[in-house]
C-alpha cells in the first residue's frame, strides 16, 4: 500500500525561490556570526581579560542555548507557524547582538551569547521546514544547494567582516552589523515567506528539561574538567549528564503510552528512516568538526604565525569561494546520484584536508601552504552541507517537517557543543603538556605576540588539537557509506510511520492553501 504522502502535494507558494531568499537571510546572519566570533576570540580575550576557558565559553554557551531549544522550536513552528517563529527568532537574535556589543564582561558576554543562541533556535528549524514544504522531493536538492551556497558566502563573508571589524573598529562591531541585517530580514520575511497550515501540538515540557539539563551538565563537565584538575565532582557531573541523556531518551518511547495524544519532543519513528538516523549521525561530526576546528586555527593563525584578524580571514577565502561555487552544482547532483557516493567522499576530504593543517601548524610553514588544505576544505564542505540535509529530509511526510528539521538540526547543534567543549579542554590539556614551564598561558602572551621560546610548543598543541575534530569526520564516512537509495530514485524504502495531527480548518486560509 502507498505512503499517505505519496502524493504530491499543492504547493504553498508560487514563488517559492523568493521565500528561500527571504529565509536565507536569518541563516546567512547566523552563519556570519559564528565566523565573526571565531576570528575576534583573541581580542576578545585581550579586551576583556578573561583566560582561553572564558573565552571558549563564548562560543559554548551559544551553541548550547542554540541546541537545547531547538527540538522545542521545531514544535513551535508546526504549532504556530514556521513563519511567525521565524520573525520572532530573528527579533531575539537583533536584540541579544545589541546586548553582546555593550557588555563590558566577559560574564556579560556569555549570558548575551547565550541570549543569541536561543533567537538561532528558533530561525533554524523554521528554515528547513519551509525548504521541505515549498519544494518537492525530486527539486530539493537544487534548493539545498542553494542553502549550502549561503553557507559558502557566510564562511567568506563572516571572518573577513570579523578581521576588518576587529582592527578597524573593536570587537563590539562583529555584534553590532547584524542589526540592519536582522531588520532587512525581518522585512522580507513578513513579505515573501508563505503562511503554511499549522497543527495542534503538545510540548513536552519534561524532555526539554531533561534534555538541557543533561546537555548542560555534559557541556559544563567536559569544557572544564581540566580547569578543575577532572575533580571526583566533574566525572560525577559527565555520569548525571549521561543519565539524564538516557531518562530523556525513555521518556521519548514512553510519552505517548503514558500521556495518549501527547507529541514526543524527538518522534523516535523518525529514526525508522534510515537515512534520516545516518544523516543525523553525520551532520553531528560535522558539527563538532567545525566548531572544534575554528579555535585552534585562529589562534595558531595569529598567536604563532603573526597574522592579524584580517589577514588570518584571509587565509579561509579559499574554503569559503570553493563551497560557495560548487554547493549549488553538487546540489543537482544529489538529486540524481546515490547520496552515500558524494557524501562520504566529501567527509573523508574533509578529514584528509583537517589532518594536512595539523601537520602544517609548525612556526616554519609558509602561509601559502596551508590554502591548500583549506582550499580542499571548501571542496569537501560542497559535498557534505547541502547533500547531508536533503538525504536526511527527503524521506519524511510533511506532517513532520518540523519535528524532522529540528531533530536533525539539534543533532548537529549537539556535535558542535561536545567539539566546542572537547576541544577546549584538550587545548588547555595540551598547552599545560607542551608549556610545563607556564601556569596555562597568561593574558598578555594569549592577546598578543607569543614569546619566541614557546612558539614550536604552542604550535604542536594546536596541531594536536586539530588531529580530533579530523578523527571525528571518519564517523561520518562510515555513517555515509550505509545510505539507502533516496525513494524518489524509485527505492522501496518503507514510509516513516508518524501519526497524522489534523489540520487546524480555523488556522488555515486562503493564503496558507498557497496564495502568497
Not at 334 to 352: Q, S
Amino acid at each position: 500500500m502507498s505512503s499517505p504522502t505519496a502524493a504530491p502535494a499543492a504547493p504553498i507558494t508560487t514563488r517559492p525561490w523568493l521565500a528561500l531568499g527571504a529565509l536565507c537571510i536569518g541563516f546567512f546572519m547566523i552563519l556570519v556570526d559564528m565566523t565573526i566570533v571565531a576570528v575576534a576570540q583573541p581580542a576578545i580575550q585581550r579586551e576583556l581579560d578573561t583566560d582561553v576557558n572564558g573565552v571558549i565559553w563564548v562560543s559554548s554557551a551559544y551553541l548550547l542555548t542554540y541546541a537545547v531549544p531547538m527540538l522545542l522550536a521545531g514544535r513551535l513552528g508546526d504549532r504556530f507557524g514556521p513563519k511567525n517563529i521565524y520573525q520572532l527568532g530573528l527579533v531575539v537574535f537583533t536584540v541579544a547582538s545589541v546586548l553582546c556589543g555593550l557588555a563590558p564582561s566577559i560574564e556579560m558576554l556569555i549570558i548575551a551569547r547565550g541570549l543569541q543562541g536561543v533567537g538561532a533556535a528558533l530561525i533554524t528549524p523554521q528554515t528547513m521546514a519551509l525548504i521541505t514544504r515549498m519544494f518537492p522531493a525530486d527539486k530539493r536538492g537544487a534548493a539545498m544547494g542553494v542553502w549550502g551556497t549561503v553557507a559558502g558566502v557566510a564562511t567568506l563573508v563572516g571572518p573577513l567582516a570579523g578581521g576588518i571589524l576587529v582592527d578597524g573598529l573593536g570587537w563590539e562591531w562583529i555584534f553590532f552589523v547584524n542589526v540592519p541585517v536582522g531588520v532587512i530580514g525581518l522585512g522580507l520575511a513578513w513579505k515573501l515567506v508563505p503562511t503554511v497550515p499549522t497543527s495542534k501540538r503538545n510540548f513536552d515540557l519534561v524532555g526539554v528539561g531533561l534534555s538541557g539539563l543533561g546537555l548542560t551538565c555534559l557541556v559544563f563537565a567536559i569544557q572544564d574538567g581540566e580547569k578543575y584538575d577532572w575533580a571526583g565532582w566533574i566525572w560525577t557531573l559527565i555520569a548525571i549528564g549521561l543519565l539524564l541523556m538516557a531518562l530523556f531518551v525513555y521518556w521519548q518511547h514512553k510519552l505517548v503510552e503514558l500521556r495518549p495524544g501527547s507529541q514526543p519532543l524527538v518522534p523516535l519513528n523518525l529514526f525508522r528512516d534510515r537515512n534520516f538516523s545516518l544523516a543525523s549521525l553525520g551532520i553531528a561530526t560535522m558539527g563538532f568538526a567545525t566548531a572544534g576546528m575554528m579555535v585552534p586555527l585562529m589562534y595558531f593563525l595569529q598567536l604563532v604565525a603573526g597574522l592579524s584578524p584580517t589577514q588570518s580571514a584571509l587565509v579561509t577565502i579559499p574554503m569559503a569561494v570553493l563551497t560557495g561555487v560548487l554547493a549549488p552544482i553538487v546540489g543537482r547532483q544529489v538529486d540524481r546520484i546515490h547520496p552515500r557516493y558524494i557524501i562520504a567522499t566529501a567527509f573523508l576530504l574533509n578529514a584528509i584536508a583537517i589532518a594536512w593543517i595539523a601537520v602544517l601548524a609548525t612556526p616554519t610553514t609558509p602561509i601559502w601552504q596551508l590554502l591548500l588544505p583549506v582550499g580542499l576544505m571548501g571542496i569537501a564542505s560542497s559535498g557534505i552541507w547541502a547533500p547531508l540535509a536533503a538525504t536526511a529530509t527527503r524521506n519524511l511526510p510533511m506532517s513532520s517537517a518540523g519535528a524532522g528539521s529540528g531533530v536533525y538540526n539539534t543533532t548537529r547543534l549537539i556535535g558542535s557543543v561536545l567539539g566546542s567543549a572537547a576541544v577546549g579542554a584538550l587545548i588547555q590539556t595540551r598547552l599545560a603538556a607542551e608549556i610545563p614551564q607556564f601556569d596555562g598561558i597568561s593574558m598578555d602572551q594569549m592577546g598578543g605576540a607569543l614569546p619566541e621560546q614557546v612558539l614550536d610548543e604552542f604550535a604542536t598543541a594546536m596541531g594536536q588539537t586539530l588531529l580530533l575534530p579530523a578523527a571525528a569526520l571518519l564517523v561520518g564516512v562510515v555513517a555515509a557509506l550505509f545510505f539507502a537509495r533516496p525513494r524518489h530514485m524509485g527505492a522501496p524504502l518503507a514510509p516513516v510511520s508518524v501519526p497524522a495531527v489534523p489540520v487546524e480548518a480555523t488556522e488555515v486560509g486562503s493564503r496558507e492553501r498557497g496564495v502568497v
